[in-house]
């Protein structure tokens, strides 16, 4: 019995449409139809730039099944392109996201309740998770020993349904690493760690474009 195919979230509605090589009529033209559940999976990998576990939470399907659709995805499109046929976006096996329906989840990097001014070395983060009303502290997640970025923290705070960090000091790398798991930086926080997340929330705590500084002697800052 073929296992039944899941409903893939898409963020926002795609809107049904044709592209064809100019100067030739549409019915002279082999079509390659991408479903809009295609289309949305090369927004999300080729255009918002994610790895392919994050652009498949968002989708709400299994990294296998989002590794198999973006393939055949790209090969569509490689088709239409370079053999010149016509190029339709429509149906497939989709539901539109209801705005406001995911749950915002923030985590700071924290020492002792506090921000800790440096992502990368800090020794644990504070998840927070948003409810009407305000923040419910939801775990703590300890900081690993490899340095920021590189850790592999990232993805782990993916797992965990975080959607934004707030952070004090941050390079540009480990700023690109947690983009491309879903995840949105805001930079500059200090005091503490659940006043820096309600500031957020609040709208009073916004990016300051802070990078890595002040390490101390002895580091050498590799996330730029």
Do not use: W
């Not at 965990?160 to 960090?165: A, K, M, P, Q, S």
């Amino acid at each position: 019995m073929a296992r039944p195919v899941t409903e893939r979230r898409l963020g926002a509605p795609i809107s049904p449409r044709l592209f064809k090589p100019a100067g030739i009529p549409t019915r002279e033209l082999a079509e390659v139809v991408l479903g809009l559940d295609e289309a949305e999976a090369v927004r999300l990998a080729d255009l918002e730039g994610l790895y392919q576990e994050a652009a498949a939470r968002q989708m709400g399907i299994s990294r296998q099944t989002f590794g198999r659709v973006i393939e055949g995805a790209r090969r569509k499109i490689a088709s239409a392109i370079l053999e010149g046929k016509a190029l339709r976006l429509e149906g497939g096996d989709y539901v539109v996201d209801s705005e406001g329906e995911k749950t915002m989840k923030i985590a700071v990097p924290s020492r002792d309740g506090m921000v800790d001014e440096h992502f990368g070395h800090c020794k644990e983060f504070l998840v927070y998770r948003a409810e009407e009303g305000g923040l419910v502290e939801e775990k703590t997640i300890p900081s690993p020993d490899a340095c920021g970025c590189k850790s592999g923290i990232a993805a782990e705070l993916a797992r965990e349904g975080v959607t934004h960090l707030v952070a004090g000091n941050m390079g540009e790398g480990a700023v690109r690493v947690l983009g491309s798991h879903g995840i949105a930086v805001i930079r500059g926080a200090s005091g503490s760690a659940k006043a820096a997340a309600e500031g957020f929330l609040a709208g009073t705590v916004v990016d300051s474009g802070a990078g890595c500084a002040g390490h101390g002697e002895g580091h050498e800052c590799s996330h730029r």
